[in-house]
């Protein structure tokens, strides 16, 4: 007998018809010993998930508006599933009384935001018989907020040392001073692949409401085929890029001990999903050339000119340190000999573009600055890439063929991704004339 961890999304513990669903797949089969859990999620069209909830919570008692009766959805939720369930051994009102307690202290956003994921572990434990484990003091981070890897690793390894079976909630752990932090939004999947290192798991699975990766969105692309196998690289490119089914930190944790990840469909268990893995030898790649498609929208690009640029030492070092002044992430870094464009998504410059334009042209004096406006990023991601002649041949003649002009190139040094840029409303058409020339041949 081997272990699995497996981590059940929002969607996968919504309400008691879920958590039953959820329930049967853990006791399917009895090498999954590790599991968890997010807050939950919606239960229809127009319905609120908890985490949405909790963060209203915060803002009513920011605003010093009441807030109680937010709080009592949220514990009205939980109590439903519980009688649900047929739970009437479980206390759950000396939890919402706990919180509640708490709350009266203005805690931070970050402990009202985990109540979600809290209550659901102390729900889905005693629904599974399972011993409830909280994360809070073994998922650790630093005072900036960054996850400490190896603290945090040795912290679960000791703790789940000393349980069978058990439940943990996603999401959180704790700042230095021991208050609660959490990761961004989705980062229960994080948690649940730092589990699986911990415990040194053949399989981390990861259930939701998806049967794994499809090759492109199915928003744009009508029926995408899915991606039966990825490898470990191929799918920090694409989630980077957009691809949302799994969080991108998800992987380092699973990637450093070699841990097969399993995206499956809590509602369709029987289907194997998509297997995440570097062992090519049970990846069905067959002759494919390119494994998925994905990208994003807004985006500016600044182009940067100057006469012998290249021989001018530490520019791009200053263009780097004018983007961190102003706690902007760049995405790419195209450049020629004398050139070198910038891209930043629009969010990440939160109106600050005028103030370093100016910088740019203070502190580097270029020839000229260009700035292209809303550009979308696409990748074309594929280990087959490097190993097939003409592939970005093909790649620019379907979208010349579908009337897209690109407007920026960048292929990393892996040689398994092309990077495009092209306007925004040209995004949708470029994916879908990517998708027919490589996935639909």
Not at 79 to 100: H, K, P, S, T, W
Not at 184 to 192: A, E, L, M
Request: charged content about 25%; glycine content about 8%; aromatic content about 8%.
């Amino acid at each position: 007998m081997g272990i699995k961890v497996a981590k059940f999304g929002g969607s996968s513990v919504a309400d008691g018809i879920q958590l039953t669903k959820t329930r049967n797949i853990i006791t399917a089969d009895p090498d999954r010993k590790f599991v968890v859990v997010s807050a939950p999620g919606k239960r229809f069209d127009g319905d609120s998930k908890i985490t949405d909830l909790l963060y209203l919570v915060k803002t009513h008692m920011d605003h010093n508006l009441p807030y109680d009766q937010i709080f009592q959805v949220v514990a009205d939720r939980f109590m439903a599933v519980q009688i649900n369930l047929g739970l009437m051994d479980l206390n759950m009102n000396r939890y919402f009384d706990e919180i509640r307690e708490n709350l009266k202290k203005n805690p931070s956003a970050d402990y009202v935001a985990s109540r979600g994921e809290y209550l659901s572990a102390i729900l889905t434990a005693a629904f599974l018989g399972y011993d409830f484990v909280d994360t809070q003091d073994l998922i650790k981070f630093d005072s900036k907020g960054r996850l400490l890897a190896e603290e945090t690793n040795e912290a679960l390894e000791a703790e789940l040392a000393k349980h069978e079976r058990a439940v943990l909630p996603g999401f959180y752990g704790s700042a230095p001073d021991g208050s609660v932090k959490t990761f961004s939004r989705g980062g229960s999947d994080i948690t649940g692949a730092l589990v699986a290192r911990a415990v040194d798991a053949d399989v981390y699975e990861n259930w939701t409401d998806v049967s794994g990766f499809l090759c492109a969105d199915p928003r744009i692309v009508k029926n995408p085929k899915q991606i039966s196998s990825i490898s470990y690289k191929e799918l920090r490119e694409l989630s980077y890029m957009g691809a949302s089914v799994l969080h991108e930190d998800a992987i380092y944790p699973a990637r450093v001990s070699n841990i097969p990840i399993n995206i499956r469909n809590t509602n369709i268990p029987e289907d194997p999903g998509t297997m995440i893995t570097d062992n090519m030898d049970i990846l069905t790649r067959g002759d494919r050339v390119v494994t998925g498609i994905a990208g994003s929208k807004d985006f500016t690009v600044v182009a940067l000119y100057k006469n012998m640029m290249s021989s001018e030492k530490g520019f791009v070092r200053r263009i780097l340190g004018i983007l961190d002044d102003y706690d902007i992430n760049f995405e790419h870094l195209p450049s020629g000999i004398d050139t070198v464009s910038v891209v930043m998504s629009n969010k990440s410059i939160d109106g600050q573009l005028d103030e370093v334009l100016e910088e740019f042209q203070s502190r580097l004096r270029p020839d000229s600055i260009d700035v292209i406006h809303d550009i979308a990023l696409i990748a074309t991601v594929g280990h087959g890439m490097d190993r097939r002649a003409g592939t970005s041949a093909r790649l620019f003649t379907a979208l010349a063929d579908a009337g897209v002009n690109i407007r920026m190139i960048d292929q990393g040094s892996s040689e398994m991704n092309i990077i495009v840029g092209v306007e925004n409303k040209d995004f949708e058409t470029a994916i879908r004339a990517i998708y027919s020339e490589f996935v639909e041949e």
